[in-house]
């Protein structure tokens, strides 16, 4: 698409672009409104929270961004009441349907992520107690609601994420959302390695946690989400995304084959007096299974299989 450059005296660019100007100048100038997918509110309730969003506009205006982040941020934590800067207005309840927004859930229902040993009793209490503590929000009656949040982060290590209307067990334990690849012990190692690094998170080693990050993420492509507790295969150790990877199953049906010839051209480039430089040109797959040919264990960093082939 090419762009056109143009000046005009006084501002006039034709009939269609002034319009648009203006409707954009107006859009500009008006203050946040109330959404109309908003719940119902008092009209005390609805002065109270408009207000409290005029005061955010004149603050980010005022280039406050401090204050206009607390204001966001006291009205969505204690109130449920979401503001949208693109579609300048805001909700009760976080729903936006206007100008063609997709539409969202409904507030109040919560979606369980990440991992957690609970049973179907232990489910139907939390999701129950987590409708009553949305009701009790509405209702302004913080102190009941703020009890049911520590009730069930006593009781069942619960985490409630008010903004996504999430919630997850607050453990070791981590949820496999794409295993990718992964044969069952590269899945058991990666959870083995989990639970160690949320041990050094614990402990505060936040050096050890990281580097055990770092090292999942370049031997197995493995991306870690602690918000929801839970790991996918990103990419695979060649660089490539898990998306990239399905489409080019799609577009040729002999893309499986090249791979395993690809693989078993570097094992056979490695011979059994291979360097530590030889060694090292191959990917983590093709490392585990010179081992495995050796009866070795195929467990650890991609510098610790290498070790063991040289050993």
């Known amino acids: ?107 109040g229902v919560y979606t369980r992520r990440g991992g957690g040993d609970l049973s179907d009793e232990d489910l139907e209490t939390i999701n129950t107690q987590l409708g009553v503590r949305y009701q009790a929000k509405r209702d302004r009656d913080f102190d009941t609601a703020d009890d049911i949040r520590d009730n069930l982060m006593r009781t069942f290590s619960i985490r409630i994420d008010d903004k996504s209307s999430e919630w997850h067990v607050d453990s070791e334990e981590f949820a496999c959302a794409d295993r990718g690849q992964l044969s069952d012990q ?59 990877e399905i489409a080019d199953q799609e577009e040729s049906a002999d893309v499986s084959d090249v791979e395993d010839s690809v693989v078993e051209e570097e094992e056979e480039a490695v011979t059994d007096s291979a360097s530590e430089e030889d060694l090292a040109k191959l990917t983590v797959p093709a490392l585990k299974e010179k081992l495995k040919a050796a009866g070795l264990p195929v467990s650890g960093k991609k510098a610790e299989l290498i070790d063991r082939l040289l050993a």
Not at 196 to 203: L, N, P, T, Y
């Open 1 to 107: 698409m090419i762009r056109i450059n143009e000046w005009s005296v006084n501002g006039d660019f034709g009939e269609e672009h002034n319009q648009q100007r203006q409707m954009a100048d107006k859009f500009a100038s008006r203050g946040y409104i109330k959404s109309q997918s908003s719940l119902d509110l008092s009209a005390e309730d609805e002065e109270y929270f408009q207000q409290q969003v005029d005061e955010r506009s004149q603050a980010k205006r005022d280039r406050d961004f401090g204050t206009a982040d607390d204001i966001r941020d006291f009205l969505q934590q204690k109130f449920d009441i979401n503001v949208d800067d693109k579609l300048k207005l805001w909700s009760a309840g976080g729903v936006f349907t206007e100008l063609g927004a997709r539409a969202q859930s409904p507030r």
């Open 186 to 244: 590269d899945v058991a190692y990666v959870e083995e390695k989990l639970v160690e690094r949320h041990g050094a998170k614990r402990d505060r080693y936040y050096e050890v946690a990281d580097a055990i990050r770092d090292d999942l993420r370049e031997s197995y492509g493995i991306a870690i989400d602690d918000r929801t507790k839970e790991w996918r295969v990103e990419f695979d150790v060649a660089g490539n995304t898990q998306s990239e």
